[in-house]
């Protein structure tokens, strides 16, 4: 077991980076962490998480950076969820929810907002992180689950939540699938939805280059084989991610405006995509 958690892997940072200045204001007025203490309180934290799931998310403290508020459209998810033309955010595979937080410190009401991980460590870290189990509760706000569940009893349905979603934020997420998984996810966010013009997936995933063609390759580290299967990741590029939701539009009969970008940036994806032409892809999907 313990080599499950072993911390010579490249994506075990043992330093905290320096903490991007957005989230500092968030763990500071949010959460009410002191400033001097933001990066020790971090660090802590990790340490924490890490003993439940020691993914690259976790190790490499990604879970300290900020997604959602870096698209252009984040002043119109906030505007949305804050007057109630929109009432439900939901978060697949949320880990730690920053995001989460983010929204809520920027207006958005608790009750609008949701986070699902199958791992429920997970989401106490991040009940740690921000300090707000109160405000925040598990089997509420905060829903441990299997999302490639789609037995009739799973959690998310069982909780009332099929097609009552206005918007999806899955980050860091369908990466972690092959491709036929990534289509049932896929398809489960869409029986989430609302069936409504104007709702919306959103998030960022480890993507290759434009034109290096989509590749899957074993997962890296003892977490690619928990349970004794071995998983795999199927990263695309912008053309098969286009063409993952076409397939996902013709098979359910939904039609979508794709908007996916790439970002190529040297930062920490590097510790654990180990393709040269690495990117991050960053995509809004708005229903038609
Ligand atoms: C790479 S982490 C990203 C976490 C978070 N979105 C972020 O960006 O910090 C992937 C997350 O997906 C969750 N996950 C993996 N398989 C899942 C499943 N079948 N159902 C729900 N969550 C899952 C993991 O527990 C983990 O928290």
Redo the contacts with the bound molecule.
């Keep these: 077991m313990e080599a499950f958690f072993d911390q010579s892997v490249p994506w075990y940072l043992v330093d905290v980076p320096p903490t991007d200045p957005v989230m500092r204001k968030l763990l500071v007025e949010y959460s009410g962490i002191e400033d001097a203490k933001v990066e020790q309180h971090i660090a802590d934290i990790r340490d924490k998480a890490w003993r439940v799931?020691p993914?690259?998310?976790v190790g490499s403290f990604?879970?300290a950076?900020l997604?959602l508020s870096t698209f252009s459209v984040y002043p119109k998810i906030v505007a949305n969820l804050k007057s109630g033309a929109w009432t439900r955010y939901l978060?697949?595979?949320?880990?730690?929810g920053?995001d989460i937080r983010k929204l809520i410190h920027d207006g958005v009401p608790k009750t609008s907002v949701m986070g699902?991980?199958?791992?429920p460590g997970?989401l106490e870290s991040g009940q740690g992180l921000f300090r707000d189990a109160g405000a925040l509760p598990l089997n509420q706000s905060l829903l441990a689950?299997?999302?490639?569940d789609t037995s009739n009893d799973n959690v998310l349905s069982k909780a009332g939540l099929d097609g009552t979603v206005d918007i999806i934020h899955?980050?860091?997420?369908l990466h972690?699938?092959d491709r036929p998984t990534q289509l049932v996810a896929c398809k489960r966010i869409l029986t989430l939805l609302k069936n409504n013009p104007g709702a919306m997936i959103v998030g960022k995933q480890g993507g290759v280059a434009k034109g290096a063609g989509a590749r899957e390759h074993p997962v890296k580290g003892p977490m690619g084989q928990v349970g004794g299967v071995v998983r795999t990741n199927f990263l695309h590029d912008v053309d098969s991610f286009k063409d993952l939701w076409d397939e996902v539009g013709q098979a359910t009969g939904t039609r979508w405006d794709v908007q996916v970008g790439e970002e190529e940036v040297m930062d920490r994806g590097y510790l654990y995509f180990d393709e040269e032409e690495h990117r991050w892809l960053s995509f809004v999907l708005t229903k038609l």
């Excluded at 699902?116 to 791992?119: A, G, H, I, P």
């Excluded at 689950?145 to 490639?148: E, P, R, S, T, V």
């Excluded at 899955?170 to 997420?173: C, G, P, Y």
């Design positions: 799931a993914f690259p998310c990604l879970f950076e997604v978060e697949v595979g949320c880990g730690l920053q699902t991980d199958l791992l997970l689950a299997d999302f490639l899955a980050t860091m997420f972690c699938f």
